[in-house]
Every structure is written in C-alpha cells, then in structure tokens.
C-alpha cells in the first residue's frame, strides 16, 4: 500500500533527492549545529504545506515565538499568511510553563504519577487538543533537546521510545530538531537515530581556509530509495535550494 508523500517544497530536494516527498506518518530528524539553518528549513517546511492547505503545528522551545516569528521575516516567510494554518506553540519558557499547565489541568493527570510524567502528559495533552482542533498534519519540534532537558528523562531511553511511539499514533508527520552530537556522546544517547524514520543533516562545510558552505544531506529516509549524496544548500529570495556539490 503506498502512502501520501510530504513536500519539502526545498528545490531540487523533493524530486531528486526523496524520489517524490516523505512518507507520511514519518518521524524525521534534522539534525545539525548551531545555526546550519534548522529551525529556518523545519519552518520553512511547515509554512509551504500551510501556503498549500495542509495544516501544522510549530512548537517552539528553544526560542519564544516572537523571536521565531522576527527571525522567519527575516527569511522573507510572510507568516501571518499562515497563522491559522500553521499555529505556534510557545514553550520557551519551558519547565514553567509546563508546571503551569500542570497546575491549571492538574487533575486530569494521573495522582500517582511523578513530576515529570505529569509534564509528559501535559504536554501530550495539550498538542492532543490542537490536533483535534485544528487537524494539522505536520509538526515541529524545536528543539528535540530542549524538550529533553525540559522533561529531564531518568531513563532516556524508555522514554525516547515511549515518545516516539506516541508521535506515531498521532497520525502525523513530524519533524525534530536536534542538535549535532558531540564527539565524546555515549552511543546510548542516540536512540532518536535509529528510532526515527529519517534524518536530514545540515552542516556548514568549509570548502577553503576562510569559505564555508551550507550542505545537506538525507543519510536515512524508511521505504524511499533516496539519494544520500551532499548537496549544497542554498537560501535565496525566499527559497531553499539544493545542487549537487562538487567535491
Ligand atoms: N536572510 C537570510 N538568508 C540566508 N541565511 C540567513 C538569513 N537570515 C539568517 N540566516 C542564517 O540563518 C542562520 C540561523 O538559522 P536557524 O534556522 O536559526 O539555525 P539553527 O536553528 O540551525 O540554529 C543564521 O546563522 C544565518 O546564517
Ligand atoms: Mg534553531
């Protein structure tokens, strides 16, 4: 049985690379440093589905919405054109907020459960509601580690499965931006890698002693054929791009 495919609307991306698009239902991982552009392509991602009538859902933790919101202007994404399709939610404050919620839905959570696993079911709860409500197909979480160091998993990988498992029964596409790992991490602490369905790396290459450029690469995509060449990406009126880098 073939499944519906997600554009990237990325140039030269969806064709070439994803033989067509994602599978929906995919849990996919952008995964990269510190200003490769992750939250820039995750948004722009979401912003052409919403453009198109396809609904999301942006959750953002790193950054508050309004800095989300200045920085995608910036990038030339009129977001107020979407805002109905393709809602923030803004859990920059983090654990606060959480416990907020917490203290405000208090009773709906389990008297038995901790505090962390009440802040998993807020938090569950709450993307639940605008799912219902608002039927979006496609969600972002930025980013992946601050959802971590939020919730503060004691067993990380239980809970790493235990979440992944609940993205796929929401029935949506789902993006989660990740930072790049250091070196020195434990293998155990890259359960997201072999949990996901895919993973897009972005990273800035230096291509002389002084010149950088922006590369992209699919190195997993289940049930596709994908091309796992490193292409440049580029980002220009509005538009990412990608070409074939020569090396
Ligand atoms: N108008 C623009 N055109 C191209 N690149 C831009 C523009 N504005 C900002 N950037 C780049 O976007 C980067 C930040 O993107 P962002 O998505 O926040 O990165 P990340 O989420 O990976 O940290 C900046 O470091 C800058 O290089
Ligand atoms: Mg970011």
Known sequence: MSRGLVKT????FDDDVLRGGIPQGHVVLIRGASGTMKSSLAYYVLYHNALEGVPGLYVTLEQNAGGLLEHVASLGLKATAVS???????????????EEMVAKIGSMTDATATRDEALMAVLKA???????????????IDSWDALELILEFRDRRAETFGFFEWLRDLG?????????????????ALEEEFLSDGIVHLRLEPVTDTAFQRRVQCVKMRSVNQDSDDRTLLFENGRFEVARAIG
């Open 172 to 188: 949506v596409t789902s993006f989660l931006i990740s930072e790049e790992p250091g070196l020195d991490i434990a293998p155990t």
């Open 126 to 140: 709450k993307v639940l509601e605008l799912r219902r409500r608002r039927n979006f197909q496609l969600l972002a």
């Open 84 to 98: 109905d399709a393709l809602p923030i939610l803004d859990l920059s404050r983090g654990r606060d907020h959480l």
């Open 9 to 12: 609307h990325i140039r030269g």
